[in-house]
């Protein structure tokens, strides 16, 4: 019989690629790439890059240095973490598991685009919602001082007033306009970030019941080592989150916390997911002394008892509960009693920075926050 050794040479080269050594090739361009050469004839050279194998012409190659084996070990053991869903690194049986780990890459990396243009849209909202707040106290004055004129006696005066006033109308319009806009896309892009969430955990429950079941059916060390590095790479995806721990006190049925409002005043507000605003009392308003540019016009409002009431709209600079804080809180003054005892609401303006669990054992809030 025939024995075809180059045939099993390429066979141990992608089974037991350590039976040889790892190489550097130089580029003609300047550039070097390191790999495990399983070619290398008069005009190729295919070299085997742990991703996969690619394909170089000698007339690329200006040299090729010889690594040797413990250099070898220390690629291979790179590459088994970093492309463990490789199909030369995944153990018969989890070919599954590869893809949905590689789709939830993909879904990470797309949270954490988005979460970069949410505090661009952030950005924007808080720049539009002041711009549009200084517009309307602008309009205010000069509506005033339109009532006190006379239009038949100072006519250009009157008419140049009321087209300043219809062009502070038409800007607020639009500003408003893109406020919804903005609103809108963040809206979908706050979405993504809860669906990367939602999969971790789901992944990271699947993989420790696929263990179970994989190292009962093949206990091998080439299972071992992709659980392993699964789990690894899980702990890393776990990181892009800080986690806060927030005490906080119940009341009835009510959830009770501290807050810190602009660093200066403390309230006890209200645990409110179905309250759109952060909503204060009279009182936490007044000891804040907040500038009129932060402040809005009053509107009519809707409490929870179906009450319609005066509100002042405004952003608060920063709320902060222990070690967890959001910047330009859109929140709410009512002027009439609050529907609580407490000193206010804890909205969705706050809360939607972040994902909120509840230990009612422990009596805890757990923030967790995506970071870039």
């Not at 019989?1 to 350590?18: D, E, G, H, R, S």
């Not at 879904?107 to 849209?121: G, I, T």
């Not at 893109?178 to 809108?184: G, P, R, S, Y």
């Not at 906080?248 to 660093?263: A, C, K, P, T, W």
């Amino acid at each position: 019989m025939k024995i075809n050794l180059k045939k099993i040479l390429f066979i141990l080269l992608v089974i037991l690629p350590v039976t040889v050594s790892a190489d550097k090739i130089y580029l003609n361009n300047g550039k070097t790439i390191e790999g495990i050469v399983e070619r290398n004839d008069d005009s190729q050279v295919v070299l085997y890059v742990g991703s996969g194998r690619i394909t170089l012409n000698k007339d690329e190659i200006k040299d090729i240095e010889n690594y040797g084996y413990l250099r070898q070990q220390e690629l291979l053991k790179e590459w088994r973490y970093r492309y463990f869903t490789n199909s030369d690194f995944v153990p018969d049986g989890l070919k599954d598991l590869a893809v949905e780990f590689d789709a939830l890459e993909k879904v990470r990396k797309q949270a954490k685009e988005d979460l970069q243009s949410q505090k661009e849209y952030d950005e924007n909202i808080a720049s539009l919602t002041q711009e549009n707040t200084k517009l309307k106290n602008d309009s205010l004055k000069m509506t005033k001082k339109l009532a006190s004129l006379n239009s038949s006696q100072k006519f250009n005066e009157y008419n140049q007033l009321v087209k300043e006033i219809n062009k502070l109308a038409a800007k607020i319009k639009i500003n408003e306009h893109n406020i919804e806009l903005f609103k809108a896309n963040k809206k979908s892009l706050t979405d993504n970030v809860r669906d990367y969430v939602e999969q971790l955990t789901s992944f990271r429950n699947l993989l420790r019941y696929r263990y179970q079941e994989a190292s009962s059916k093949d206990p091998t060390e080439r299972v071992e080592d992709f659980f392993k590095v699964a789990n690894k790479r899980l702990d890393e995806m776990d990181e892009d989150f800080s986690r806060n721990v927030v005490p906080y006190n119940r009341f009835g049925s009510s959830i009770v916390v501290e807050v810190l409002i602009n660093d200066s005043t403390k309230a006890n507000l209200v645990l409110d997911t179905g309250a759109t605003l952060v909503v204060i009392s009279k009182k936490v308003f007044n000891d804040l002394n907040i500038a009129d540019s932060k402040k809005g016009e009053k509107v009519d409002v809707k409490l929870a008892d179906g009450r319609i009431t005066k509100a002042i709209p405004l952003i608060l600079d920063k709320l902060k509960i222990g070690k967890v804080e959001a910047v330009n809180v859109q929140a709410a003054v009512i002027e009439d009693s609050l529907p609580t005892e407490e000193d206010g609401l804890l909205g969705m303006s706050f809360l939607k920075n972040f994902i909120v669990r509840l230990d009612s054992n422990n009596k805890i809030l757990i923030f967790e926050e995506f970071k870039d």
